[in-house]
């Protein structure tokens, strides 16, 4: 009723926004979440004799610098090169999806 006819109440937008940015902030933090479980369930089926290195180069996909994504990158290929399977499980995870675009756009 105060201020002028057909503006916002200040508060009432203020609030709406910061619970839209904390329903942003749950909505990313469950997606990056379920991302990394899926790259451990998939690390966790990599024959034994190279799941370690798969795991560092997994680990430096989901947290490690961006220089050394092409790297990390290019150490999974060459690790799940003898197993097909194992490498289109791989391809299909997301964090391996970003990490290629990431490189196409630098």
């Not at 009432?12 to 942003?24: I, L």
């Not at 194992?86 to 630098?106: D, N, P, T, Y």
């Amino acid at each position: 009723m105060y201020g002028r006819p057909g503006m916002a109440d200040s508060s009432t937008v203020a609030t709406f926004f910061h619970a839209w940015r904390r329903r942003q902030a749950n909505r990313q933090a469950a997606e990056w979440l379920e991302e990394r479980t899926a790259a451990r369930l998939a690390v966790a089926e990599a024959p034994e004799e190279i799941r370690d290195d798969v795991r560092r180069a997994v680990d430096t996909l989901l947290e490690g610098a961006d220089g050394e994504v092409g790297a990390a990158l290019d150490e999974l290929r060459r690790l799940l090169e003898p197993y097909p399977d194992l490498r289109g499980r791989f391809c299909r995870l997301q964090i391996v999806g970003e990490a290629v675009e990431f490189l196409k756009s630098g």
